[in-house]
């Protein structure tokens, strides 16, 4: 079930890096300190494109990593 929805968190991911880094390209073309839309429009560029790498990076590793076994008192104090 996870593994299933693993996917579309990463597709989610990629789409807003992309709308993202396309935000950036039309803010940095209007002329950011001159224009408010454009300054705007930089910044939600920047956000996006933050929040599509960290969503698709952390599902990335959340499916390529192994558990993590807390309960086991060797693997705790090494």
Same mark, same amino acid.
């Given at each position: 079930?996870?593994?299933?929805?693993?996917?579309?968190?990463?597709a989610? #991911?990629?789409?807003?890096?992309?709308? !993202?880094l396309? /935000?950036?390209?039309? =803010? %940095?073309?209007?002329r950011?300190?001159e224009?408010p839309?454009?300054?705007?429009?930089?910044?939600? #560029?920047?956000?996006?494109?933050?929040f !599509?790498?960290? /969503?698709?990076?952390? =599902? %990335?590793?959340?499916?390529?990593?192994?558990?993590l076994?807390l309960?086991?008192a060797?693997a705790?104090?090494?």
């Amino acid at each position: 079930m996870i593994g299933d929805l693993n996917i579309i968190y990463v597709a989610i #991911g990629a789409v807003a890096f992309v709308v !993202g880094l396309t /935000m950036l390209v039309r =803010a %940095i073309r209007g002329r950011p300190g001159e224009s408010p839309k454009a300054t705007a429009m930089l910044i939600a #560029g920047m956000m996006i494109t933050a929040f !599509g790498l960290l /969503m698709a990076g952390f =599902a %990335i590793g959340f499916a390529t990593s192994e558990p993590l076994d807390l309960n086991n008192a060797e693997a705790a104090t090494s």
